[in-house]
């Protein structure tokens, strides 16, 4: 058997070690090294662990179209459900998802030390939670789109809210999202291959987007003899119980496809204060870097998202156009992918984000300027803009991964789940602070809920916010990917450089 165990790492105090799975069941070895109560190693064959491959790929892209069934579900409609079905103000709603994210710095990086330090399941460290979560987060997503909740009192209402999002976001939906991200880095070691296993996860995004953007607004919106857009409260409650049921599917292909290739085991005794944790972390430049780059990026992206349900409704007057431009929006991101790989390879994953985001950023300023009034010159500017984003979300996933091996080499700790919790938790204040950000705006700019129609003036200001403010978001991505992300082709190819030295070095039989 191969156990690969960094070298400096041993004279570090509570230091981890590693080993490759994948090889170990090549030679028909047992696949991890269990440590017994003597704090020895000993092996125990858990299960054969055939070579990562496109299956791998299809499986991981499936973990996030479930995943997505209830994020993007959530970030695109939640707000029109809470406003329009259950008459929630916009600055309640947006004190909700400000105040969750509170809960979620504890959930998250809490979430993230479990699967670090447990001991891992038979079918692995990360794997295992995609079995014990799927059904939970399915139904706590479910539950949030209860809409005879429109009849209930005041204070039972706003009881009910509180309770279901933190349930499903807080809770359930971090006990499935970090290990499933965190799993990328232990699929394979190999650096073009977790590469592949973003393109592959944000495919998965793209096509539950499709999914969500073109059929959700032809489910629950008609239009009023007035011809006023309107929702339909029935419809919000069976869609969500659909997309629950396709998301158990998709986890459950996730689950049965996918394998863990590399296993990091704790060393007996291995303790570590929540200041030296602080302090590695801290010191992380490429995850600080990251962190504020997704918290805008989400920003952005979930706030232009939440915003187009409201310029389709109020500015274009026209819903069902909003399913055509959510079509639009995603198609430039999958016509990218295949070419994802050659890109990354040529240039780098830093580069090449820098460029699209400085793309997309100034799309969105053009059409702030422009001040569009043809849908279809809205949705040829809108594809072009996609091209830019699509491009850097293609590739966003890989960076947590080189992320997670800087650590291993600044700390000598592998702290995959505790890594991609920091960076979860970033994402959701992104998405917290546009939806946030978005009912707040919605109150400033004098949208009324309850009205059939917005004035003309109240449209244009839905227009601005959702041109001019992910222009601006977009370009400040671009800058901190330009000039504070420091892991740059040459530096992600020396680290793995590095890691696969130091290990080699100790490698035993």
Known sequence: MRKIVDEDMENREGAGDSMIVGEAAEKGVPDRTIPDDSGSRKAEITESVRPFGLGDKIGYMFGDFGNDFSFIFASNYLMVFYTKVLGLGGYVVGLLFLGARFVDAFTDVTMGRIVDNLQPAKDGRFRSWIRRMSIPVAVASSMMYLYFVRDWAYSAKLTYVIFTYLLWGSFCYTAINIPYGSMASVISPDVKERASLSTFRSIGASLAGFVIGVLVPLIVYETDAGGNQIVKPVHFTLTAFAFGILAVVCYFLCYTLCRERVAFEKKQGETQSAGELLRGLAGNRPLLALVFAA?????????????????????????????????????????????????VSKFGKKEAGAVGMLGAGAVYLLLFALRVRSILLFMVLLFLGSLGTGLFNMIIWAFITDIIDYQEIVTGRREDGTVYAVYSFARKVGQALAGGLGGFVLTAIGYISQAPSQTEAVAERIYTVATLAPGLCYLAVFLILQFAYPLTRRKVEKNAAILRERRGQKEKV
Do not use: E
């Not at 989400?298 to 399913?323: C, E, I, P, V």
């Open 295 to 343: 918290l805008i990026l989400l920003l952005a992206t979930m706030l232009t998202q939440a915003m187009n349900n409201y310029l389709f409704l109020d500015y274009f007057k026209n819903a069902k156009a909003l399913a055509a431009a959510n079509v639009v929006g995603i198609a430039g991101a999958l016509l990218l992918a295949p070419f994802i790989t050659g890109i």
